[in-house]
């Protein structure tokens, strides 16, 4: 899965999810990921001792900041109320020389995950 595939799963998401965070994990931290005994996925650590389990990064705002790029940080995370959809929806910005935005999205570390996958996106393409 590519990073603006990535974005648009994130994007279409309605809450947490164990699937995209495997698929952010393995973008964004590279290594062999397998189900645990519990079907939850896990990586073996960079020294190759031990396996963990991969973060909740759709569900936990502090394992969607651990990846924020470096140099940048959360600058912005707000709730609003949307009417006409009936349900609370969050923002996220990420700020380094740019803001990357994130509307709209169901869970507060959605909005992060968004907003911390655009600004890498676009920190490759400079």
Known sequence: ???TE???A???ATG???E????IHALEFPCDLFDGPSKDPVYLEPGGNMWLNVPHYTESIDAALSFTPEGMVLQSLLRRTQPEMG???WSATVHGYRLFRSNGQRTPALAICIANLRALETQEEA
């Open 1 to 3: 899965m590519t990073r």
């Open 6 to 8: 990535l974005i648009a």
């Open 87 to 89: 349900n609370r929806m």
């Open 10 to 12: 994130l994007e279409a």
């Open 16 to 18: 947490p999810s164990r």
């Open 20 to 23: 995209l965070d495997r698929a």
